[in-house]
Each structure stands twice: as C-alpha cells, then as structure tokens.
C-alpha cells in the first residue's frame, strides 16, 4: 500500500503542499511544462531551489500576468492569494482587480483547464470548503464570495497543482501530522483577527491542531482546505518504508524551518492498515440486512459479514461488521446508517498480513477465463474466477468441478 505522509510541523499554505509533492515525483521539471501548458489565465509556474534553516527544499513560484505576487501580512476577506503562509489582496502594484466569483472559477476550471474531470471534481470540493468557510466567517452566502482576479488566479494554480499531483502520485492512503497553526493576531482590512482566522479555524473543525510559540498565521484557508480534503487521517506518522521525500518551502524565516515535508512511501512486507465498522441489530427484516450488506461492497467494502449474538431481554441480534481501508471508512459509515437502524458505529484499527495478488486473463477453448494468484511469505496459489467457470459449466451442462478440470488440462 502506497502512503503519503505531510509534515505539518510548520503548517501548510498551498503552494508549499504543492512543492513538496513536486519532489515526489521522478522528473519534477516535467511536470512544472506540464502545469505550464493548462492555461490558467495569465499564469506560469517557476521551481526555485529555497533553503530554510540549513534544509534544501524547493518553492513553486506562481508568476501571473508576470508579476509573483507579494506578501503584505495582509488577510483579506476574500481569500484567493497566498504564498509562504500569507495571504493578500491588496496589492501593491498599481494594478485595477477586478473580482471573481465561484461561477466564474468553476468556468476557468470546467471549462478552460485540460485536466482530467476526477482532478477538475477535487479542485471545485476544495474551493467548497474555503467559500463555505469564508461564507460562515462573514456571515454572507457563499455565492456573494469573491476572490480577487490575481489572487483567485493563484490560488487556482496552487490547487491545481495539488490536485493533479494527488492524482500523478496516487497514494491509496493520505495522513498528515496535527497541524500547526501559529498563534498570536494577524492584520487584515477589517481589522485584527486572532490565528487561526476564522475561516481557517472553520475548515480545520475535527482536524487535531496547536498553537505553539511562533508568532503569525502558519496555516492559510488554502493549506487547510487542501489538507481537510485529501487526508484521511491525522496522527504519528503510520509504519512506512519513505521511497520519496520532499520539502516545500514558504517564502518567510522563522526560527524552524518554515518547509512542509512529503514522504512517499510502502507499508512493510505484506502489511497492511484496515478499519473495522460495526454495529448491533436487531429491529430489521433478513431482507433488509442483506440488502445493507449489497450497498456496502458497493461503497467499496472490502468485505462485509454478519453474527448472530443475543442482545439484551434475550433478543436475538444480528453484529454486522465492515471492513474497509481507512480512507473510505466516513463513506461506509455513512453508508450504514443510511441502511440500517443503528445509532452508533464503533470502530477498530487493524493491521493485516496479505499476500501479493494479482489477476491474470487466460485464453481457452471455452473462452477467456481469469485466474487470481496470491504470493508471499513462502506460499503461492492460484483460483480461477467462480463467474467464469460457472459459464463453463452452464453452457456445457456439467459441474463446476469438471469446468475446472476443462481449464486446467487447457492450458
């Protein structure tokens, strides 16, 4: 199993997640032309080499309409521009914005950008979260939001870029560390306001966060939506085998190295980290737990079962469990309480030996049939697709034994 892991000792901003997932990758200047060649408007990405406190690290500069937009400590209502852990919108260089909605970044995204339509989906949930939060904070609707024209362009950049590097990468577990999120006040054109700001404090509701001695805002509304998004879990770092790293810089110095680091790594040999959802029931019909079970593979279960148990007054129950990867276990809560009676799930944490699969297709004279092969730990077998030889046997009238016979002499 492929495991991301995201430092945020520092916090997060956009463009530093951005960076440090950049360094993941085999050839990262490949893949700045390729974010070259999107046509967000007015924008281009630049990979500079930074140094925090001694650590190499990189900073993907955002340049739009030629100009890398400069921090002023600023935190502005509509937020859309930040880089180094600041945000502004109130720029200083002579130039008239004009100001975007989220029905104008969802036409540049949907329809100007030419990215997959699974990339397109995580960059406007991402935008969600920050207008949801910035419409909470200031008390308006989320459509009366606006981001400034060259802020909104290049915060665009940096969430595309995350994006689309969550979707090159392809980790099947995201965790992040507790975030740090600064402390003390930060000045914006309303006034001060505490740190975390209200819509990043907003975003970040049930993601473990502290404050610690560095004085400013670490965490921007961006670095906090794209961690709420992507990660599935935040704690220690999991048990890994690191294969990559990197660090994503920010623009300021403080006395820690102001960085977001990635690890890109495996789970050892043969492990693997499943969650376990269950619950007790015993006011539903057979039909209707069996018909639970059917939604719950396809919720993407990796197996569902049932137990019979006694519950109290001596009534017969039914424990239904789930098992899952841990980045689909909110879905397939959700998913039981849509289709069952319970009122509460608990959940276990379990780690699990698996063998090496893998699927192969095999051409016989009764047409294809899929082989599954498991290896590992000195063992190796084989099993051939059931659906496959119940056609065999179906269409010649024995049973599946001797369609299994049929294949093996076959091949």
Known sequence: ????????????????????????????????????????????????????????????????????????????????????HDHTHEHGHGHHHSHSGMGDI???????????????????????????????????PVEEIHFHEVGAMDAVADITAVCLLMDRLAPDQVAASPVHVGSGQVRCAHGILPVPAPATAH???DVPIYGGQIQGELCTPTGAALLKHFVSRFGPMPPMRPRALGYGCGKKDFEAANCVRAMLGEDGDGEDQVCVLSCNLDDMTAEGVGFAMERLFEAGALDVYTVPIGMKKSR??????????????????GTIFRHTTTLGIRESVCRRYVLERKLEALDTPWGPVRRKTASGFGVSRAKYEYEDLARIARERGIGLDQAKRLVEDGE
């Not at 990758?25 to 967000?40: Q, R, T, W």
């Not at 098992?323 to 276990?329: A, E, L, N």
């Open 203 to 205: 975003i970040l509701r």
């Open 316 to 333: 017969p129950g039914v424990l239904l469990r789930a098992v899952c990867r841990p980045q689909d276990r909110e879905a397939l809560a």
């Open 1 to 84: 199993m492929r495991i991301l892991y995201l430092d945020c000792a520092m916090g997060a901003a956009g463009d530093m997640l951005a960076a440090a997932l950049l360094e993941l990758l085999p050839d990262p200047d490949a893949f700045v032309a390729e974010l070259n060649g999107l046509g967000i408007p007015g924008v281009r990405f630049r990979r500079e080499r930074a140094v925090k406190c001694g650590i190499a690290g990189i900073h993907l500069a955002v340049e739009v309409d030629g100009v890398e937009e400069e921090s002023h400590d600023v935190h502005g209502h509509e937020h859309g521009h930040e880089h180094g």
């Open 106 to 140: 969802e036409h540049i995204v949907r329809d100007h950008l030419a990215l997959p339509e699974g990339v397109k989906d995580h960059i406007m949930a991402v935008y969600g979260l920050i207008a949801q939060a910035e419409s909470h904070a200031h008390g308006v």
